[in-house]
């Protein structure tokens, strides 16, 4: 269980060394899988990456946060060899001009489940990283606490029944309950029988060499789910109730 909270953040979508580097509204696959094998250690030409194909992820969108742009200059006023280097080994000779998009305040909570072998060693490195770990961008630092959990039983019902909500919505006063987005990887059951929408993406990660680096489709599944209002709280109590849920894990 993983709660990706912090000032900005910004999770690539479409981009890639342009002029305008986007966000998407949520955590890609591909930025996630990144994440995971930094943290471990392992590198863009590890040719490990395949290790965490077996991994699937759901996402539960506590706050979408607010979009920002950033109008971003490098290399401006300087000597041709002092300015921004070319892929082909040059230098560009002029100011980089970028526009950068983040998400603000926005707040994810990401529940990973798969090969246990594989989860136990992915938990230990997130807590102790090899590479320190960040929100899309090496700027975007994350909020602590960072790893919420280990280990759960049924992530599903863990962030539907039990991880604190990092939001301010009007509750449903008749029902007692808030309403929260969720994505997943695949078709919802259950309880979540129903979904409001499919997306198709292409962030699945074949390869992040960094002149080689190649992506796959994938679809998720969004709902919409209502949530007991008990998992909300006053803001000045949030951060004292994370804390209580991941240390209950370790007192376990």
């Known amino acids: 269980m993983l709660r990706l909270a912090g000032p900005l953040q910004s999770w690539?979508?479409?981009?890639?060394?342009?002029?305008?580097?986007?966000?998407?509204?949520f955590p890609t696959r591909s930025a996630l899988i990144g994440l995971f094998a930094a943290a471990e250690g392992i590198g863009r030409d590890d040719g490990r990456l395949g290790r965490y194909d077996?991994?699937?992820?759901?996402?539960?969108?506590d706050r979408q946060g607010t979009r920002a742009v950033d109008y971003h200059t490098v290399g401006g006023g300087l000597p041709k060899a002092r300015t921004a280097a070319t892929s082909g080994g040059s230098n560009k000779g002029a100011a980089v001009i970028t526009r950068r998009h983040y998400l603000s305040d926005a707040v994810f909570v990401v529940a990973v489940s798969g090969p246990e072998q594989i989860l136990t060693g992915l938990a230990a490195a997130l807590r102790r990283p090899h590479w320190a770990p960040y929100l899309g961008r090496r700027s975007c630092v994350p909020d602590e606490p960072f790893v919420l959990r280990g280990y759960?039983?049924?992530?599903?019902?863990?962030?539907?029944?039990?991880?604190?909500?990092?939001?301010?919505?009007?509750?449903?006063?008749?029902?007692?309950?808030?309403?929260?987005?969720?994505l997943r990887e695949d078709p919802p059951s259950g309880a979540s029988a129903s979904w409001s929408d499919t997306l198709d993406i292409n962030d699945a990660p074949v390869s992040f060499s960094q002149h080689g680096r190649a992506h796959r489709?994938?679809?998720?599944?969004?709902?919409?789910?209502?949530?007991?209002?008990?998992?909300?709280?006053?803001?000045?109590?949030?951060?004292?109730?994370?804390?209580?849920?991941?240390r209950t894990e370790e007192s376990a």
């Open 12 to 25: 690539g979508e479409r981009s890639a060394f342009t002029a305008v580097r986007d966000t998407a509204s």
């Open 54 to 61: 077996s991994l699937r992820i759901t996402v539960r969108i």
């Open 152 to 182: 759960v039983e049924d992530p599903e019902e863990e962030l539907r029944t039990r991880v604190p909500l990092s939001l301010s919505t009007p509750a449903d006063l008749e029902n007692d309950t808030v309403a929260v987005d969720f």
């Open 217 to 246: 489709m994938r679809r998720l599944y969004r709902t919409t789910e209502y949530l007991p209002w008990a998992l909300t709280g006053p803001q000045h109590t949030l951060l004292r109730r994370l804390i209580h849920y991941a």
